[in-house]
């Protein structure tokens, strides 16, 4: 972290031009930015420096075996970096700029900090489609390693308030430009094998990925080591405990609804009052923020296990998990 970011707090900075400009400056120098993306707030390194990215890790306190996703303004950038295949290209174009992630082979001499691959073979890169990362990543004119912009484990943002709750005095700026529209993290597919594989359910739904392959995508097990990001067990957690699939809250809980299932609470919240999974993933994490504020546990209405809901309920899974759960590899 340079000096900059050491002796001043965090700047919160709009989307102008000149916002930008000072956002690519800081990335440049080896500061931390978090930034908007249409999935969640992103916490932004310069992907090439070793030391920033490390920086990251420290303000997440971000496990070291997690391996990040680097940001890059275009196919064609991507394309600098990995080795592009028949999917990778058939999958850029109906799903690039958008909320899905790529983990594919690293090309030679790729320039890439081996703290953002977690000392893997792969990296997994994403096109975002919010027009102020596209801007940045326009200025900075690099790579961007950028996981949410949270304290590791912690609820993920979509608010530059959410960014600031946890990690103003540890960054350099966030970038502040409304709340994310996806409202969970990216869907994530690994090329890197002998077909494509669900690395991480997320904004995109499955079966539409598999829809444009024409094939379905193999699932990942449990005991498969970590090869992207979001594969940590407990993840996303709340500070008090959640209990999903729940029906009603008990004594001493709030509850988070979904459709017909409403709290009794005056601050009881709910995803989606029609059911809709895409208004629910938007609503996820703000709604885990504004409950986990109330400091009692979390009751959870059941979610349908189809389309965005997959994704919503890998989130649960995660927030709901022990906290001294081990990582998905290890014994």
Aim: aromatic letters at 4%; hydrophobic letters at 45%.
């Amino acid at each position: 972290m340079s000096q900059d970011t050491a002796q001043n707090a965090t700047q919160v900075l709009d989307a102008s031009p000149d916002g930008i400009a000072r956002a690519a400056q800081l990335l440049r120098q080896g500061d931390l930015v978090s930034f908007p993306t249409e999935t969640v707030y992103g916490l932004g390194a310069d992907a090439r420096r070793g030391d920033a990215v490390a920086a990251i890790y420290a303000a997440k306190g971000r496990p070291s075996f997690n391996p990040l996703i680097a940001h890059v303004a275009s196919v064609e950038a991507a394309k600098r970096y990995v080795i592009w295949n028949a999917w990778a290209e058939c999958l850029a174009r109906a799903f690039w700029p958008g909320p899905l992630t790529l983990v594919l082979p690293l090309k030679p001499g790729h320039g890439i900090s081996e703290l953002v691959t977690a000392g893997l073979n792969t990296l997994a890169l994403r096109v975002p489609a919010h027009p102020t990362a596209q801007n940045l990543l326009a200025e900075l004119g690099g790579p961007v390693a950028a996981p949410s912009a949270n304290p590791s484990g912690r609820i993920s943002p979509t608010t530059a308030d959410h960014v600031m709750a946890g990690l103003a005095g540890r960054i350099a700026a966030v970038v502040a430009d409304g709340p994310c529209t996806v409202g969970v993290e990216s869907t994530i597919v690994g090329l890197a094998g002998e077909a494509p594989q669900l690395l991480r359910p997320g904004g995109l739904a499955a079966e539409q990925i598999e829809a444009v392959l024409g094939q379905p995508l193999r699932g990942r097990d449990l005991h498969d080591p970590l090869t992207a990001p979001g594969q940590l067990l407990s993840h996303y957690a709340p500070q008090e405990r959640v209990r999903l699939n729940a029906t009603e809250a008990r004594a001493g809980e709030c509850y988070l609804g979904f459709g017909p299932h409403r709290g009794a609470r005056a601050d009881d919240l709910t995803l989606s009052d029609t059911g809709d999974l895409g208004e629910a993933a938007a609503n996820l994490f703000g709604h885990l923020h504004r409950l986990d504020a109330l400091g009692l546990p979390i009751a959870v209405a059941p979610i349908p296990e189809t389309g965005l809901g997959v994704a919503i309920n890998d989130r649960l899974r995660r927030a709901a998990a022990p906290r001294d759960a081990a990582p998905c590899n290890q014994e």
